[in-house]
């Protein structure tokens, strides 16, 4: 399914308050409410919309980020993928193409945890080099 210029101007409303009501959206975008409804369900349907969320404020124990980007031994990915989804810290995790395997996204109280865990995976078994970085500030975040 391919959306049209209606249901993507849905999904960026949607994206900017997964709460507004269907009636605003259908003011929004000039059609009935169950023509909306209707599309709503329909890009639910295709799997192009894949959920709702909501964003908080950072939690205490999440005041430092860092991209850490790893590249493993190609025949043990899946046991260091295994291995990273059992860290707390790491919140998201991507398989990337390039000379880089996978980017973990982590999060933690302070520099020092932070390093601590990039030690952690560096230690992991099958991971041969991992390089990180810091993130100092949120210039843009689409998200939501």
Same mark, same amino acid.
């Given at each position: 399914m391919t959306p049209d210029t209606v249901d993507q101007t849905l999904i960026? +409303? +949607?994206?900017?308050?997964?709460?507004?009501?269907t009636v605003a959206l259908a003011q929004r975008v000039g059609m009935s409410r169950t023509t909306v409804q209707s599309r709503i369900e329909r890009l639910e349907q295709a799997g192009v919309i894949l959920g709702y969320t909501i964003q908080t404020i950072p939690e205490a124990d999440e005041v430092v980020k860092a991209h850490v980007m790893i590249t493993v031994v190609p025949r043990l990915s899946r046991m260091v993928e295994t291995a990273l989804q059992q860290i707390g810290e790491i919140r998201e995790l991507h398989a990337v193409s390039g000379e880089i395997d996978l980017i973990a996204v982590i999060a933690g109280p302070s520099t020092e945890k932070i390093n601590d865990v990039i030690d952690r995976i560096g230690q992991l078994e099958g991971v041969r080099r991992t390089t990180s970085s810091i993130l100092l500030s949120t210039r843009l975040n689409r998200k939501g």
């Open positions: 960026a +409303l +949607l994206r900017k308050n997964a709460r507004i009501s």
